[in-house]
């Protein structure tokens, strides 16, 4: 097997809560010794040293939350370019949605993506099934059987499940199997037909709002349910300071409950809509900047547990339409870390913490292999330049959509090169 000795980095490992200039020792797919005292013994005969100094290693990232059009919706994503961009944004592993055509709702869809990642990934590839079929909210899924294939989670995905029975049922069977059920939670009829932020700048643009409470009613009724039930149940994209008091409540109520963020919600608010800028159509919606301070001191304290890029391929067909007609959905995955080092060099967030809710975080929640560079974990890692600025450019866009919320942003701090199992898999 052969040995690569990364020399003179600095260390950032929140499973151990390390952050301090060393070394880390890879033998073949897994990770030997990492810290300071690493080279106690020296190097070992035939290793290949690499000089990391100025240089930041930390576990590969952990997106808890990707959209993927293979099967069905090819010409926006596949496997293969998905993984691609993770690779060059530092993301050594995705939980992928279970959005696709068909639905990731049986055994043989799982096991195709499994297949496809196998053959065709560059980085680890983890689906959720569908907590209900076709993603439609009424009938359950077979947990047991889909937990066997190899489904991490269950998730409606985009999709809210709005009958109280049915996410109860959810989450008795997904505690049976010891599962995690990840919901994204908008009321239907309350979001109707906003397409952003319910408030003054909707009225300026003359665009139907989305009102805050649209996310948090569902989500309420949600934290109830997870505590009648006892399950682990994960908010999956909150966006509101209603929202975060709500999971803050919660958790002090000993709920089994964690909580994602989108970067875009810590990164932008609603005024970057701007003159109708479809690529910030999401959902949920860019929300008020207090919002958006209250994600990041939610991020701060611990309320929020993760953080994900919510990476959602969209076509020129889907975008480039009025802001209402437009598609919602933003690509993420390569802009992850350099849009959250954000937080780092603005002083919101110190880097373990930061490193800790992108990497660590999400893969002790849905039971990944990865997150640590401790003796023995698999040598998923990531080497950074802190403090390289670069500007985001359409033409160097891994991924086969363009529609990503950064064209032409200036980010400080780039991905050098990433490692998935101790082969580099991309290289600035």
Same mark, same amino acid.
């Given at each position: 097997?052969?040995?690569?000795?990364?020399q003179?980095?600095? /260390?950032?490992?929140?499973?151990?809560?390390? #952050?301090?200039?060393?070394?880390?020792?890879?033998?073949?797919?897994?990770i030997?010794?990492a810290?300071a005292?690493a080279?106690?013994?020296g190097?070992?005969?035939?290793?290949? $040293?690499?000089? &990391?100094?100025?240089r930041?290693?930390?576990?590969? +990232?952990?997106?808890?939350?990707?959209? /993927?059009?293979?099967?069905?919706?090819?010409?926006?994503?596949?496997?293969?370019?998905?993984?691609?961009?993770a690779?060059?944004?530092g993301?050594?592993?995705?939980?992928m949605?279970?959005d696709?055509?068909?639905?990731?709702d049986?055994?043989?869809?799982?096991?195709f993506v499994l297949?496809?990642?196998?053959?065709?990934?560059i980085?680890?590839?983890?689906?959720?099934?569908?907590?209900?079929?076709?993603?439609?909210?009424?009938?359950?899924?077979?947990?047991?059987?889909?937990?066997?294939?190899?489904?991490?989670?269950f998730?409606?995905?985009?999709?809210?499940?709005?009958?109280?029975m049915?996410?109860?049922?959810?989450?008795?069977?997904?505690?049976?199997f010891g599962? $995690? /059920?990840?919901?994204?939670?908008?009321d239907?009829?309350?979001?109707?037909?906003?397409v952003?932020?319910?408030?003054?700048?909707?009225?300026?643009?003359?665009?139907?709002?989305?009102p805050?409470?649209?996310?948090?009613?569902?989500?309420?009724r949600?934290?109830?349910l997870?505590?009648?039930?006892?399950?682990?149940?994960?908010?999956?994209?909150?966006?509101?300071?209603?929202?975060a008091?709500a999971i803050?409540?919660?958790?002090?109520?000993?709920?089994?409950?964690?909580?994602?963020? &989108?970067?875009n919600h810590?990164?932008?608010n609603?005024? #970057?809509?701007?003159e109708?800028?479809?690529?910030?159509r999401?959902s949920?919606p860019?929300?008020?900047?207090d919002d958006?301070?209250?994600?990041?001191?939610?991020?701060?304290?611990?309320?929020?547990d993760?953080?994900?890029?919510?990476?959602d391929?969209?076509?020129v067909d889907?975008?480039?339409?009025?802001?209402?007609?437009?598609? #919602?959905?933003?690509?993420?995955?390569e802009?992850?870390?350099a849009?959250?080092?954000?937080?780092y060099?603005?002083?919101d967030?110190?880097?373990?913490?930061?490193?800790?809710?992108?990497?660590?975080?999400?893969?002790?929640?849905?039971?990944?292999?990865g997150?640590?560079?401790?003796?023995?974990s698999?040598?998923?890692?990531v080497v950074?330049?802190? #403090?390289?600025?670069? /500007?985001?450019?359409?033409?160097?866009?891994?991924?086969?959509?363009?529609?990503? &919320?950064?064209?032409?942003?200036?980010?400080?701090?780039r991905v +050098?090169q990433?490692?998935?199992?101790?082969?580099?898999?991309?290289?600035a």
């Amino acid at each position: 097997m052969s040995i690569t000795v990364f020399q003179n980095a600095r /260390i950032v490992d929140p499973s151990r809560g390390m #952050d301090e200039t060393g070394t880390v020792i890879v033998d073949g797919a897994k990770i030997v010794a990492a810290g300071a005292s690493a080279l106690n013994q020296g190097i070992p005969d035939g290793a290949t $040293v690499i000089d &990391c100094s100025g240089r930041t290693i930390m576990p590969g +990232l952990v997106d808890g939350r990707v959209f /993927i059009g293979e099967p069905g919706g090819e010409h926006r994503e596949t496997i293969a370019s998905a993984s691609l961009a993770a690779a060059a944004g530092g993301v050594t592993s995705i939980v992928m949605m279970p959005d696709t055509d068909p639905v990731i709702d049986n055994v043989a869809l799982v096991e195709f993506v499994l297949r496809a990642a196998r053959d065709t990934a560059i980085v680890n590839v983890f689906p959720a099934a569908a907590i209900t079929k076709g993603l439609e909210g009424h009938e359950m899924t077979e947990f047991g059987l889909l937990r066997e294939a190899g489904a991490v989670a269950f998730t409606d995905g985009r999709h809210t499940i709005a009958n109280a029975m049915t996410m109860r049922r959810a989450l008795t069977y997904a505690r049976d199997f010891g599962s $995690v /059920i990840a919901h994204e939670t908008q009321d239907r009829d309350l979001a109707a037909s906003g397409v952003m932020n319910e408030g003054l700048f909707a009225s300026w643009l003359g665009l139907p709002g989305m009102p805050r409470e649209a996310e948090a009613i569902p989500l309420e009724r949600d934290l109830m349910l997870a505590r009648l039930t006892g399950s682990t149940y994960h908010a999956a994209k909150i966006s509101t300071a209603m929202s975060a008091a709500a999971i803050g409540r919660a958790k002090g109520d000993g709920a089994n409950i964690t909580a994602g963020v &989108c970067v875009n919600h810590l990164a932008l608010n609603e005024n #970057d809509v701007g003159e109708y800028r479809t690529f910030f159509r999401l959902s949920p919606p860019l929300r008020a900047e207090d919002d958006r301070l209250a994600m990041i001191e939610a991020l701060r304290d611990g309320t929020i547990d993760i953080v994900v890029s919510s990476h959602d391929p969209q076509d020129v067909d889907t975008k480039r339409l009025p802001f209402a007609d437009a598609a #919602d959905g933003a690509i993420g995955l390569e802009t992850l870390l350099a849009v959250a080092l954000r937080l780092y060099h603005n002083g919101d967030l110190p880097l373990l913490r930061l490193v800790e809710v992108l990497s660590t975080a999400p893969a002790r929640l849905f039971g990944l292999p990865g997150g640590s560079l401790s003796p023995g974990s698999p040598a998923d890692l990531v080497v950074v330049d802190l #403090d390289e600025p670069w /500007i985001v450019s359409e033409s160097g866009i891994r991924s086969r959509s363009k529609n990503t &919320c950064f064209e032409g942003a200036r980010l400080q701090g780039r991905v +050098l090169q990433t490692v998935v199992a101790g082969r580099t898999v991309f290289s600035a």
